[in-house]
């Protein structure tokens, strides 16, 4: 909901409508607060119950995959925070905690309903756990039907994906990629089909939310209308190399470190991309100019910090089409 009211907010902002963008922003700033004030435990946030309706399936006080996921979304899209940092932090971090386990056997041993996606002997991040003693998996299944309660204890690839994918961009990057490795490691072709990751069902669509992760390690970011496209790569940045797509065509980014700066290069292999800014992961660089190269020429830009980036902006938009490049030195 948080992050729909941002989703709200910046189209309003596009649009000019600046007091439907600031009434959606104060309802955003008053529900931080108070999901935070009653749902947040310390370690990770619960799920209230209903007390009309005890006997409901609930996850209650069980920590459970999606609780945050809506930050995840935002990154994805390049909105604000959708929960305060440190919060959602600690909560990743609980469920790497209670959640992760190199071998899913023993609890799902303890825990029998539900599908055994991944079987003893095998890695996954759970959809739920139950670590506080006021609530067990007894209490959450209520008096509802077993096959639904059991999903708590099973181990779904596109929420272990989702979840994965928040991981790296909070800066959990080996935790991130060690859920990543868990579900691939599942679907090796000597244990099963490696083009089937199967869920609710053969083939099934929500583990197409391993790009996120994707996404995630690149730290992307793209406005197609405003021309803004960026990199923050979380490996090996000092010699980094990945794809990219855009609105209107799909290439390459690539940037490697140097004694005193880093150069970047964007290669468009198929249709074209418009480029108006461009911003960068500077580390623990203080770049103080950047020089912006399309065909061997130079543009007029200016740079600035914001946000821990190298923003470089273009006095007058480049398109960079199909078999061309724009390098950006930043030092």
């Not at 579900?183 to 099963?192: E, I, L, Q, T």
């Amino acid at each position: 909901y948080l992050g729909a009211l941002l989703a709200a907010a910046a189209m309003a902002d596009e649009l000019g409508d600046a007091d439907f963008a600031g009434k959606c922003r104060a309802i955003v700033g008053e529900g931080q607060k108070n999901i935070v004030k009653q749902l947040f435990d310390g370690e990770y946030f619960i799920n209230k119950v209903d007390e009309k309706h005890l006997d409901a399936i609930n996850s209650g006080t069980g920590c459970e995959i999606d609780q945050v996921m809506g930050q995840s979304w935002a990154f994805q899209v390049g909105l604000p925070r959708v929960l305060p940092e440190k919060e959602t932090k600690t909560a990743l971090q609980s469920l790497w905690k209670y959640n992760f386990s190199p071998d899913v056997g023993p609890y799902r041993e303890h825990y029998k309903p539900g599908r055994w996606y991944a079987m003893a002997g095998e890695a996954g991040l759970l959809m739920c756990s139950f670590p506080r003693n006021d609530w067990d998996y007894d209490k959450a299944k209520g008096k509802g039907p077993e096959w639904a309660a059991g999903y708590f204890n099973e181990c779904m690839n596109g929420f272990e994906y989702q979840a994965a994918s928040h991981m790296v961009w909070e800066g959990m990057l080996q935790e991130g990629l060690a859920v990543t490795r868990a579900v691939h490691d599942r679907y090796h072709a000597s244990r099963r089909n490696p083009y089937n990751e199967v869920e609710c069902g053969d083939h099934y669509a929500r583990s197409m939310a391993v790009y996120a992760v994707y996404l995630a390690a690149c730290g992307f970011e793209y406005h197609g209308p405003k021309g803004h496209i960026g990199f923050a790569p979380r490996l090996t940045p000092e010699n980094f190399k990945c794809a990219f797509t855009g609105a209107e065509g799909w290439g390459t980014f690539e940037q490697k470190s140097e004694i005193s700066n880093f150069r970047s290069q964007i290669s468009v292999k198929y249709g074209r991309l418009r480029v108006k800014s461009i911003a960068l992961a500077a580390g623990n660089m203080k770049p103080g100019s950047a020089k912006v190269l399309v065909k061997g020429k130079v543009l007029d830009s200016k740079l600035e910090m914001k946000d821990g980036k190298a923003l470089i902006t273009l006095a007058v938009d480049a398109v960079i089409n199909a078999g061309e490049s724009l390098e950006a030195i930043v030092g």
